[in-house]
Nanobody
Framework: QVQLVESGGGLVQAGGSLRLSCVASGSIFSISSMGWYRQTPGLQRELVATVTSGGTTNYADSAKGRFTISRDNAKNTVYLRMNSLKPEDTGVYYC????????????????WGQGTQVTVPS
C-alpha cells in the first residue's frame, strides 16, 4: 500500500503565495519522479511541474518563473512553491509519484494523491 497526502492548499488573493506539500508513504522501494498536476472543472488534468530523483525539473509554460518544485528524497516529499498567483491558477492540485514498491522494486506504478484545492479569486 502506498499513500500520497497533499497539504497546503487554500484561498489566496491574486499576487499572493502558497506552498503545497505532498508526502508519499507505505511500501515504497524507490521513487523516480514526483510532480504536481492541476484540474479545473470541465478540463483535463494538466501538468504543472515535475521533478526527478536526480533533481531535473520540468514546468508548464504557465508555471515557469512563478512556481518552484523541489523534493526531499529522504522524506519522500515534494513541494510546490507558488508565487504571484493568478485567478487562472485556481483548481485542484494533485500530487503524482512514479515509484516502485517493495520487496523487489521491479514494477513501476503511478500513484495519485486526493488533491488539494487552490482558489485565487478574480
Amino acid at each position: 500500500q502506498v499513500q500520497l497526502v497533499e497539504s497546503g492548499g487554500g484561498l489566496v488573493q491574486a499576487g499572493g503565495s502558497l506552498r503545497l506539500s505532498c508526502v508519499a508513504s507505505g511500501s515504497i522501494f524507490s521513487i523516480s519522479s514526483m510532480g504536481w498536476y492541476r484540474q479545473t472543472p470541465g478540463l483535463q488534468r494538466e501538468l504543472v511541474a515535475t521533478v526527478t530523483s536526480g533533481g531535473t525539473t520540468n514546468y508548464a509554460d504557465s508555471a515557469k518563473g512563478r512556481f518552484t518544485i523541489s523534493r526531499d528524497n529522504a522524506k519522500n516529499t515534494v513541494y510546490l512553491r507558488m508565487n504571484s498567483l493568478k485567478p487562472e491558477d485556481t483548481g485542484v492540485y494533485y500530487c503524482n509519484a512514479i515509484l516502485s514498491t517493495r520487496p523487489t522494486g521491479v514494477t513501476t506504478y503511478s500513484y495519485w494523491g486526493q488533491g488539494t484545492q487552490v482558489t485565487v479569486p478574480s
